[in-house]
């Protein structure tokens, strides 16, 4: 079984920075595909960035610019860093990886910016 523990998120005003990371752990023999998803109220989940094991990266066009995704292969850690935040980037923050042949989620830091 694979856990996954987020750090970080918080409070932030507009324009600020903030950074978020998941460490995968347990007995892990494949990850794959690494990333964050997010959840705002009264929307659905949706994808922020994910990055691939060869170190690919993709985002969501509503962070291009803004947001870097980068992992850790030997620590099996995910990190996210959030600049230039705004409002919409308010949300639950959850950690993903495909890993062991399964989807793997985090229980979600909260990420708040305020005007």
């Known amino acids: 079984q694979v856990q996954l523990v987020e750090s970080g998120g918080g409070l932030v005003q507009t324009g600020g920075s903030l950074s978020v990371s998941c460490a995968a752990s347990g007995r892990i023999f494949s990850i794959n595909n690494m990333g964050w998803y997010r959840q705002a109220p009264g929307h659905q989940r949706e994808l922020v960035a994910v990055v691939t094991s060869g170190g690919n990266t993709n985002y969501a066009d509503s962070v291009k610019g803004r947001f870097r995704i980068w992992r850790d292969t030997v620590k099996s850690t995910v990190y996210l860093q959030m600049n230039s935040l705004k409002s919409e980037d308010t949300a639950i923050y959850y950690c993903?990886?495909?890993?062991?042949?399964?989807?793997?989620w985090g229980q979600g830091t909260q990420v708040t910016v305020s005007s």
């Open positions: 993903y990886c495909y890993a062991n042949m399964h989807d793997n």
